[in-house]
């Protein structure tokens, strides 16, 4: 008798656990839907506005156009995140970074031509000016700008030293789709439920 009432005691915790659990889901699925319609949203957004406006205005080649859409969808990838505060702080890792790395590929690339060894010391004078400064987390992804950067300019030497600022620009679009697309959604996906908890009721207090 003890054992059947403390099962039957126990089946309604059972029932709200299994309630709970459903709504949980429910509400993970609901943000994963909201973010991944948004990011893939926010990347056709930022493709269209770089590969159509922005080389209306001004583009080296076709391929270069295409490759400012890239360089920007990279971008708002890079940023976008559930959490908006965390956007904005990826949106300046990625700022801090993409400038140090442009400022030494644009010195670079008006002095001299692509050089194997020139690659290589830009990395190396970027990650040292970055790890002097405390920002030791920008560190690869300067590097991979700067390698990107020089290497572009390796394929297509005309007017290389237009590469860093075009792609700065393309940078620039790319993290301000992202860090817009991140507020929207967490907005939109933000569920009753977790705003409950976020703010306790004068009940629990």
């Known amino acids: 008798m ?3 009432n403390s099962t039957q005691r126990r089946h309604p915790r059972e029932h709200s656990d299994h309630g709970a659990g459903h709504l949980v889901d429910r509400q993970r699925l609901r943000a994963a839907s909201g973010h991944s319609f948004t990011l893939a949203l ?18 080296l080649s076709t391929s270069d156009g295409l490759l400012g859409g890239l360089w920007s969808v990279v971008a708002t990838v890079f940023v ?3 959490c908006h505060r965390q956007s904005v702080g990826a949106a300046l890792s990625r700022a ?6 442009f400022a030494l590929c644009l010195i670079y690339l008006l002095l001299f031509s692509f050089h194997p060894l020139g690659l290589a010391a830009l990395i190396g004078v970027g990650t040292f000016a970055l790890m002097a400064v405390g920002r030791d987390d920008d560190v690869v992804t300067s590097a991979i700008t700067t390698a990107v950067v020089i290497v572009v300019a390796a394929v297509s030497p005309h007017d290389a030293w237009q590469q860093p600022i075009l792609r ?3 940078t620039a679009v790319g993290i301000a789709v ?3 697309a991140s507020s ?22």
């Open 80 to 82: 976008y995140r559930e």
């Open 168 to 170: 700065l620009v393309d």
């Open 96 to 101: 801090y970074a993409t400038l140090m790395s």
């Open 42 to 59: 926010a990347c056709l957004i930022t493709y269209w506005l770089t590969t159509r406006v922005l080389s209306g205005v001004h583009s």
């Open 2 to 4: 003890l054992t059947g």
């Open 178 to 180: 992202g860090v817009v």
């Open 184 to 205: 929207l959604a967490s907005r939109l996906t933000a569920s009753p439920a977790l705003k409950r908890d976020s703010h306790p009721s004068t009940q629990s207090a």
